[in-house]
């Protein structure tokens, strides 16, 4: 079992930045590849980005590379995701989840799941 908590979302301007966290706590943090979901009022949950469990092999959406980047400190528990150069539609609630499964992108996949971060993102 893990319990995932979400942090960092706030209102900022269009070409800011931001760092969201996940803390993790329960058994095994390291044993799961972990995630970033994110869901816009009235849509689908979209996947951001993945990342292993030794956080060498990563995946992301093709909307968000080369302005994402997810990471992971196994010894803080903790799984992040640096958004740069924000824009309107990076507006959403950003979720964590984590699995046992590498490189998924399909959040049926995934077992566990905090309770999201709102970023809104103003022009």
């Known amino acids: 079992q893990v319990q995932l908590v979400e942090s960092g979302g706030r209102l900022v301007q269009a070409g800011d930045s931001l760092r969201l966290s996940c803390a993790a706590s329960?058994?095994?943090?390291?044993?799961?590849?972990m995630a970033w979901f994110r869901q816009a009022p009235g849509k689908a949950r979209d996947f951001v980005a993945t990342?292993?469990?030794?956080?060498?092999?990563?995946r992301y959406a093709d909307s968000v590379k080369g302005r994402f980047t997810i990471s992971r400190d196994n010894a803080k528990n903790t799984v992040y995701l640096q958004i740069n150069s924000l824009k309107p539609e990076d507006t959403a609630v950003y979720y964590c989840?984590?699995?046992?499964?590498?490189?998924?992108?399909?959040?049926?996949?995934?077992?566990?799941w905090g309770q999201g971060t709102q970023v809104t993102v103003s022009s």
């Open positions: 989840a984590a699995t046992f499964a590498n490189g998924a992108t399909n959040p049926t996949v995934y077992m566990y």
């Open positions: 329960g058994r095994a943090f390291s044993s799961y590849s």
């Open positions: 990342i292993s469990w030794s956080g060498g092999g990563t």
